[in-house]
Nanobody
Framework: QVRLVESGGGLVQAGGSLRLSCAAS????????RSWYRQAPGKQRELVAA???????NYADSVKGRFTISRDTVKNTVYLQMNSLKPEDTAVYYC?????????WGQGTQVTVSS
């Protein structure tokens, strides 16, 4: 079993910053990549950023240059540093991993950006 616990969401004004954290525990020995997704009201869940064990990263076009994903392998934690936030970044942000063909999601953390 794998458990993902997110933290760091909140309310911020446009142009501000937040850092999300996702701590993983349990049978996490075969994680190849860690990802952040988000889901805004009335929209589909979308990939925001991902990082592989090798350190390769990829980002949604809408967040490139503003968001940075990183990981601490010792703490089994992945971070999402979000700068220059925009109202359209408002969503519930979810941590995600896929292990042995099983999808695991965190409980989600709300990010609200006011204009």
């Amino acid at each position: 079993q794998v458990r993902l616990v997110e933290s760091g969401g909140g309310l911020v004004q446009a142009g501000g910053s937040l850092r999300l954290s996702c701590a993983a525990s349990g049978s996490i020995f075969s994680i190849n990549a860690r990802s952040w997704y988000r889901q805004a009201p009335g929209k589909q869940r979308e990939l925001v950023a991902a990082v592989t064990n090798g350190g390769s990263t990829n980002y949604a076009d809408s967040v490139k240059g503003r968001f940075t994903i990183s990981r601490d392998t010792v703490k089994n934690t992945v971070y999402l540093q979000m700068n220059s936030l925009k109202p359209e970044d408002t969503a519930v942000y979810y941590c995600y991993v896929r292990i042995l063909a099983i999808d695991y999601w965190g409980q989600g953390t709300q990010v609200t950006v006011s204009s």
